[in-house]
């Protein structure tokens, strides 16, 4: 007889080995953002294009300036899976902003392309804003601690 079982299992599981393992030739990464930002921001031309041509080429902006509402942002980012022995977890692939300065009539003047690289060189201000509508009262300070008091003795 033609029909080995042995044979035909062998071949079942290898190619059922090989479809699992060589399914998925790219890896699998979360985008969130504008895909490709850096080859649509290189499409864009100073001093010649217009807000409806970036809409049209990019899309609307994420955000705007809170200054200046010609000033739009744009943002990019791609996580992928990390290895085996980082166990899974998701490792930042890249970080693009794209930060686009227009005059009073609409047509681009100034363009800042910012990757994960440049994040470093930001300066921050170590100034910190108090907030007095966040300070809790006299009175609620002194019930959060007998709170605290009272459900401490629990464990």
């Not at 080995?17 to 969130?32: D, G, P, R, T, W």
């Not at 943002?75 to 992928?80: A, C, D, F, T, V």
């Not at 601690?145 to 459900?151: P, Q």
Request: net charge positive; charged share 25%.
């Amino acid at each position: 007889m033609f029909f080995n079982f042995k044979n035909h299992l062998y071949l079942t599981l290898f190619l059922s080995f090989f479809i699992l393992n060589h399914c998925q030739f790219q890896e699998a990464s979360k985008n969130h953002g504008i895909v490709f930002l850096e080859n649509r921001a290189n499409k864009l031309i100073i001093n010649s294009t217009n807000k409806n041509d970036v809409i049209n080429i990019i899309g609307n902006p994420h955000s705007k300036s809170i200054s200046s509402e010609n000033q739009w942002i744009y943002i990019e980012r791609i996580l992928s899976k990390g290895e085996y022995h980082k166990l899974g977890q998701n490792i930042l692939k890249s970080n693009n902003v794209l930060v686009l300065e227009f005059d009073k009539y609409g047509i681009l003047k100034k363009k800042d392309f910012y990757n994960k690289d440049d994040k470093k060189n930001v300066q921050f201000s170590s100034k910190q804003t108090s907030n007095e509508l966040t300070k809790k009262s006299f009175i609620e300070n002194v019930l959060s601690s007998v709170k605290e008091k009272m459900y401490g003795r629990r464990k």
